[in-house]
Protein backbone atom coordinates (compact mmCIF):
# COMPACT_ATOMS: atom_id res chain seq x y z
CA UNK A 1 0.00 0.00 0.00
CA UNK A 2 2.95 2.49 0.15
CA UNK A 3 3.50 2.94 -3.18
CA UNK A 4 -0.21 3.64 -3.52
CA UNK A 5 0.34 6.59 -0.93
CA UNK A 6 3.83 8.07 -2.22
CA UNK A 7 1.59 8.07 -5.29
CA UNK A 8 -1.31 10.32 -3.79
CA UNK A 9 1.51 12.46 -2.01
CA UNK A 10 3.68 12.93 -5.09
CA UNK A 11 0.38 14.55 -7.02
CA UNK A 12 0.73 17.89 -3.90
CA UNK A 13 3.33 19.54 -4.97
CA UNK A 14 4.01 20.56 -1.09
CA UNK A 15 4.31 17.14 -1.02
CA UNK A 16 6.46 15.73 -3.52
CA UNK A 17 9.58 16.28 -1.55
CA UNK A 18 8.39 14.50 1.34
CA UNK A 19 7.27 11.57 -0.79
CA UNK A 20 10.29 11.09 -2.66
CA UNK A 21 12.37 11.01 0.45
CA UNK A 22 10.36 8.91 1.93
CA UNK A 23 10.66 6.21 -0.73
CA UNK A 24 14.46 6.32 -1.14
CA UNK A 25 14.39 5.27 2.75
CA UNK A 26 12.15 2.47 1.62
CA UNK A 27 14.57 1.63 -0.93
CA UNK A 28 17.40 1.86 1.70
CA UNK A 29 15.56 -0.24 3.80
CA UNK A 30 15.10 -2.91 1.79
CA UNK A 31 18.18 -2.60 0.20
CA UNK A 32 19.58 -3.74 3.68
CA UNK A 33 17.60 -7.19 3.45
CA UNK A 34 19.19 -10.22 2.09
CA UNK A 35 17.82 -11.61 -1.07
CA UNK A 36 17.58 -15.10 0.46
CA UNK A 37 16.07 -14.75 3.12
CA UNK A 38 12.21 -14.06 2.84
CA UNK A 39 10.39 -11.38 4.45
CA UNK A 40 9.04 -12.54 7.59
CA UNK A 41 5.55 -12.55 7.84
CA UNK A 42 5.72 -11.79 11.94
CA UNK A 43 8.16 -10.91 14.02
CA UNK A 44 9.39 -12.30 16.95
CA UNK A 45 8.59 -10.02 20.75
CA UNK A 46 12.53 -9.64 20.71
CA UNK A 47 12.32 -8.60 17.02
CA UNK A 48 9.35 -6.44 17.49
CA UNK A 49 10.77 -4.87 20.85
CA UNK A 50 13.86 -3.73 18.46
CA UNK A 51 11.19 -2.24 15.39
CA UNK A 52 9.43 -0.52 17.67
CA UNK A 53 12.52 1.53 19.12
CA UNK A 54 14.14 1.85 15.80
CA UNK A 55 11.08 3.86 14.62
CA UNK A 56 10.75 6.07 17.80
CA UNK A 57 14.61 6.38 17.25
CA UNK A 58 13.91 7.89 14.02
CA UNK A 59 11.05 9.95 14.44
CA UNK A 60 12.90 12.95 15.76
CA UNK A 61 15.85 13.13 12.57
CA UNK A 62 12.58 12.35 10.16
CA UNK A 63 10.59 15.51 11.58
CA UNK A 64 13.77 17.83 11.88
CA UNK A 65 15.62 18.01 15.36
CA UNK A 66 14.05 20.29 17.99
CA UNK A 67 16.04 22.29 20.41
CA UNK A 68 16.90 20.92 23.52
CA UNK A 69 14.91 21.88 26.63
CA UNK A 70 15.86 25.06 28.37
CA UNK A 71 17.27 26.56 25.17
CA UNK A 72 16.73 30.14 24.28
CA UNK A 73 16.27 30.08 20.39
CA UNK A 74 16.54 34.19 20.88
CA UNK A 75 19.91 34.13 22.58
CA UNK A 76 21.23 31.71 19.44
CA UNK A 77 19.86 34.88 17.08
CA UNK A 78 21.60 37.66 19.21
CA UNK A 79 24.67 36.40 18.97
Not at 30 to 42: I, K, N, Q, R, V
Not at 60 to 77: C, D, H, L, M, S
Request: glycine share 6%; aromatic share 6%; hydrophobic share 35%.
Amino acid sequence: MNQNHLSDARKAAEMRDRANHTDSEIKQAMDGLEASMPFPTTLSLDDQDRFIVGFYHQRPARRGAKPAAGANPQAEKES
